[in-house]
C-alpha cells in the first residue's frame, strides 16, 4: 500500500502540513477580511506559517519513521519548498529575497519538526 511506504510516508506528512497551510491561509485571509493588516506583518505571518506547517510535517514524518530525524524533516522540508516554488512560478513571482527567507525558515523548522517527532516518546504502538 502507498501509504505505508517510505514514499507513501513522506508525502501523507507533506499532505497533513500543506492542509495545516491552507486552514492557517484560511485563518489571515479572514482576518484580512475583518481588520486592516499592514503588508510587512501578513509577510511575517505567512512565514511563520510556512514555517509551522514544515514543523508540522517534519514532525508527523518523524513519528511514522523513528529514525534519521534530521534527513526527515529535510525531505518534507525540501518537498514543501518545491511546492512554494512551483506556486511562485505559476502565479508568474520573480524570485527575490523574502522567497530565499521563507525557504530557509522551511528547511530549519522542517528539521526541528523530524527531530522532534523521532525523539518523541509514544505511550502507544504507532497506528498511522
Known amino acids: 500500500m502507498l501509504w505505508k511506504s517510505v514514499t507513501g510516508c513522506y508525502l501523507r506528512s507533506v499532505l497533513e502540513g500543506v492542509l495545516f497551510l491552507g486552514a492557517g491561509g484560511l485563518l489571515c ?3 484580512c477580511l475583518s ?3 499592514p503588508e510587512q506583518i501578513m509577510i511575517i505571518l505567512m512565514h511563520i506559517l510556512w514555517s509551522i506547517s514544515a514543523f508540522y510535517a517534519g514532525k508527523r514524518a518523524g513519528l511514522r ?5 534530521l534527513g ?3 525531505i518534507c522540508s525540501v518537498l514543501l519548498c518545491m511546492l512554494l516554488s512551483i506556486g511562485c512560478l505559476l502565479m508568474q513571482e520573480i ?3 523574502r522567497l530565499l527567507i521563507r525557504c ?3 528547511l530549519l523548522s522542517g528539521m526541528a519538526g523530524g527531530v522532534v517527532g523521532v525523539n518523541t516518546r509514544l505511550r502507544k504502538p504507532p497506528y498511522f
Do not use: D, E, P
Not at 65 to 69: A, L, N, P, V, Y
Open 29 to 31: 485571509a479572514g482576518c
Open 35 to 37: 481588520v486592516s493588516i
Open 65 to 69: 519513521q523513528r529514525k534519521h530525524g
Open 72 to 74: 526527515t524533516g529535510l
Open 95 to 97: 524570485l527575490s529575497a
Open 104 to 106: 530557509f525558515c522551511i
